[in-house]
């Protein structure tokens, strides 16, 4: 099935794809203010090529950009992987009426030619590995199964090169999911560090690719553990590795769980180290999380902070957005921001599915805010900063005040909101002052550790 294994899958995930965002039309305005603020080209710095790919397809359903520049940067990142086809395609949508270079086409018939070589030599390796017995000594962990491999069927390192090229081939020509056997295989029984190192860093990117969420997150759990505790790498590669799984893992965490993305990047100080010091953009991201996230209020006062420490190198209306309301208090400056906060979540490959869930958390954020200071406030008033008209507005306060139980009332006649300032419990602030001690009593024990 030679003819179209170089095209390969370029996945937006779930719940990037949900939203439709390319289906909006922008005004100049609008266009200006996201390519302004567009973070692909950034983001494609600690990616590999194949996850550069989902954000350039985005793009070309975005109205940001001219569509034949993107495809240009497409067929630029495509000539760097083995997908060979799709690289053709893309020539010819912008060269209708060329020829194909004959470079392309002596390419695809050269990785052709790799990969029914590969495959022959993988297929009594995999009917090896696939077979009962092999499994059964699966389940008693990698090194009994190496040693049972060795022992019974002379099973050589030499085995174990070929099916990491194999599963490297596959994974370029864009078969990301018939990569993951050769490379998971590499992973448990190489003997190499760094080999073992690449090939979860092979199989975690496949898995994103193929949208396997609950494996990725597996990868994504053990790359950490091996960065920060098996790692022998340097202080410097150390940071470079946490730079890319930073940015690696986004995609995970926006199919999955935000609230671990907030414990990864901001209650690891290693992590918020890292963003402060080469990613500074990734606290769009962070910020979003914190918004949309019932669950990690407590987190707000650190992302404050890391926001106030790095707005000299890094700002957008969502980081904007969050200085406003709670460093200058500048309710008329959180309300503009928030409207350019809608065209960027809605152009974001990452942020586009929760555009609604946003802006309704951050009203609400401007809402407690505002009345936290001031008490007393009028609707009239508070339809403006919300940019609301003044029954709209009423009816959401009633709808919010029901729903999420705060201690507010509403005067009618007057046209008035009362609430009252909210005190976590005892028993709240208890668990999260021990929830600090006891990361700061981790990192010096570990620190002691390393000494």
């Given at each position: 099935?030679?003819?179209?294994?170089?095209?390969?899958?370029?996945?937006?995930?779930?719940?990037?794809?949900?939203?439709?965002?390319?289906?909006?039309?922008?005004?100049?305005?609008e266009?200006?203010?996201?390519?302004?603020?567009?973070?692909?080209?950034?983001?494609?710095?600690?990616?590999?090529?194949?996850?550069?790919?989902?954000?350039?397809?985005?793009?070309?359903?975005?109205d940001?950009?001219?569509?034949?520049?993107?495809?240009?940067?497409?067929?630029?990142?495509?000539?760097?992987?083995?997908?060979?086809?799709?690289?053709?395609?893309?020539?010819?949508t912008?060269?209708?009426?060329?020829e194909?270079p004959?470079?392309?086409?002596?390419?695809?018939?050269?990785?052709?030619?790799?990969?029914?070589?590969?495959?022959?030599?993988?297929e009594?390796?995999?009917?090896?590995?696939?077979?009962?017995?092999?499994?059964?000594?699966?389940?008693?962990?990698?090194?009994?199964?190496?040693?049972?491999?060795?022992?019974?069927?002379?099973?050589?390192?030499?085995?174990?090169?070929?099916?990491?090229?194999?599963?490297?081939?596959?994974?370029?020509?864009?078969?990301?999911?018939?990569?993951?056997?050769?490379?998971?295989?590499?992973?448990?029984?190489?003997?190499?560090?760094?080999?073992?190192?690449?090939?979860?860093?092979?199989?975690?990117?496949?898995?994103?690719?193929?949208?396997?969420?609950?494996?990725?997150?597996?990868?994504?759990?053990?790359?950490?553990?091996?960065?920060?505790?098996?790692?022998?790498?340097?202080?410097?590669?150390?940071?470079?590795?946490?730079?890319?799984?930073?940015?690696?893992?986004?995609?995970?965490?926006?199919?999955?769980?935000?609230?671990?993305?907030?414990?990864?990047?901001?209650?690891?100080?290693?992590?918020?180290?890292?963003?402060?010091?080469?990613?500074?953009?990734?606290?769009?991201?962070?910020?979003?999380?914190?918004?949309?996230?019932?669950?990690?209020?407590?987190?707000?006062?650190?992302?404050?902070?890391?926001?106030?420490?790095?707005?000299?190198?890094?700002?957008?209306?969502?980081?904007?957005?969050?200085?406003?309301?709670?460093?200058?208090?500048?309710?008329?400056?959180?309300?503009?921001k928030?409207?350019?906060?809608?065209i960027?979540?809605?152009?974001?490959?990452?942020?586009?599915?929760?555009?609604?869930?946003?802006?309704?958390?951050?009203?609400?954020?401007?809402f407690?805010?505002?009345?936290?200071?001031?008490?007393?406030?009028?609707?009239?008033?508070?339809?403006?900063?919300?940019?609301?008209?003044?029954?709209?507005?009423?009816?959401?306060?009633?709808?919010?005040?029901?729903?999420?139980?705060?201690?507010?009332?509403?005067?009618?006649?007057?046209?008035?909101?009362?609430?009252?300032?909210?005190?976590p419990?005892?028993?709240?602030?208890?668990?999260?002052?021990?929830?600090?001690?006891?990361?700061?009593?981790?990192?010096?024990?570990?620190?002691?550790?390393?000494?």
């Open positions: 099935n030679n003819g179209n294994c170089f095209t390969g899958g370029t996945p937006r995930g779930e719940r990037m794809a949900a939203s439709g965002a390319g289906a909006a039309v922008l005004s100049v305005e266009r200006e203010t996201m390519a302004k603020y567009d973070l692909t080209a950034t983001m494609g710095k600690y990616l590999d090529k194949h996850l550069v790919l989902p954000m350039l397809d985005y793009l070309l359903e975005c940001l950009f001219k569509v034949r520049d993107v495809l240009k940067s497409k067929f630029e990142v495509l000539q760097q992987t083995s997908m060979v086809d799709s690289s053709i395609d893309v020539f010819q912008l060269n209708p009426d060329a194909v004959a470079e392309l086409s002596a390419k695809r018939d050269e990785v052709v030619a790799k990969l029914g070589e590969l495959q022959a030599a993988c009594p390796i995999h009917e090896l590995l696939g077979s009962a017995e092999v499994q059964a000594q699966l389940a008693q962990g990698p090194t009994q199964l190496r040693q049972y491999l060795e022992e019974k069927h002379d099973f050589k390192g030499e085995s174990l090169d070929v099916l990491y090229e194999h599963g490297k081939l596959l994974f370029e020509i864009g078969m990301y999911a018939e990569a993951q056997p050769s490379l998971y295989v590499n992973f448990i029984l190489s003997t190499d560090p760094a080999r073992t190192f690449s090939a979860l860093w092979g199989k975690f990117a496949a898995n994103i690719l193929n949208m396997s969420w609950e494996a990725a997150l597996d990868d994504l759990a053990q790359l950490q553990g091996y960065i920060d505790k098996e790692n022998p790498a340097s202080a410097l590669e150390q940071l470079q590795q946490r730079t890319w799984l930073i940015h690696w893992a986004l995609f995970v965490f926006v199919n999955t769980d935000l609230d671990a993305m907030i414990d990864l990047f901001l209650s690891k100080p290693e992590y918020a180290n890292t963003i402060q010091t080469v990613c500074p953009h990734i606290l769009r991201y962070l910020a979003a999380a914190v918004i949309v996230t019932e669950t990690k209020r407590n987190a707000l006062k650190d992302l404050v902070r890391l926001i106030e420490q790095e707005s000299y190198r890094y700002r957008d209306p969502i980081t904007d957005f969050v200085q406003c309301l709670y460093v200058d208090f500048d309710f008329d400056g959180a309300q503009q928030l409207r350019e906060c809608a960027i979540l809605r152009n974001d490959f990452f942020l586009d599915s929760i555009q609604e869930k946003f802006m309704e958390k951050a009203r609400r954020f401007i407690e805010t505002y009345c936290r200071i001031h008490n007393t406030i009028s609707i009239k008033m508070l339809a403006e900063k919300l940019d609301m008209d003044q029954d709209n507005a009423e009816e959401w306060v009633v709808a919010l005040i029901r729903n999420a139980r705060l201690d507010a009332k509403i005067d009618s006649k007057a046209g008035h909101v009362l609430m009252t300032p909210q005190v419990s005892i028993y709240h602030q208890v668990i999260e002052k021990t929830k600090v001690l006891s990361s700061t009593s981790d990192n010096r024990m570990e620190g002691d550790f390393q000494k």
